[in-house]
């Protein structure tokens, strides 16, 4: 499956964005799906995962509260609402597709991965 985000963009501290993850070329039913980010200079981290039938969501510590996660199916896409940014928040941000049920923080359980989209948010 190949993965394509958008979205992203720069934004004032306390505003929002909504990032989105287009998939394409495989079931995207069958996958799993997770948002990760990397901010300059730090690895790549976990933030936001959403399984199959959209009842079991999970989010880092750090985002929790402010951001959402969700899909359509019907739309072979997967979001990723963001409020209340910080300027901590300021990252490329990934999608990843999981197909099967492997661990839903790890990046190496994820098989696919889209290229990134850059969210600045400014203090």
């Known amino acids: 499956v190949q993965l394509q985000a958008s979205g992203g963009g720069l934004v004032q501290a306390g505003g929002s964005l909504r990032l989105s993850c287009a998939a394409s070329?495989?079931?995207?039913?069958?996958?799993?799906m997770g948002w990760f980010r990397q901010a300059p200079g730090k690895e790549r981290e976990f933030v936001a995962f959403?399984?199959?039938?959209?009842?079991?969501?999970r989010y880092a510590e750090s985002v929790k509260g402010r951001f959402t996660i969700s899909r359509d199916n019907a739309k072979n896409a997967a979001y990723l609402q963001m409020n209340s940014l910080k300027p901590e928040d300021t990252a490329v941000y990934y999608c990843?597709?999981?197909?099967?049920?492997?661990?839903?923080?790890?990046?190496?359980?994820?098989?696919?991965w889209g290229q990134g989209t850059q969210v600045t948010v400014s203090s």
């Open positions: 070329g495989g079931t995207f039913s069958n996958y799993r």
């Open positions: 990843a597709a999981q197909y099967g049920s492997g661990g839903w923080y790890e990046e190496s359980a994820y098989n696919y």
């Open positions: 959403i399984n199959w039938s959209s009842v079991l969501t």
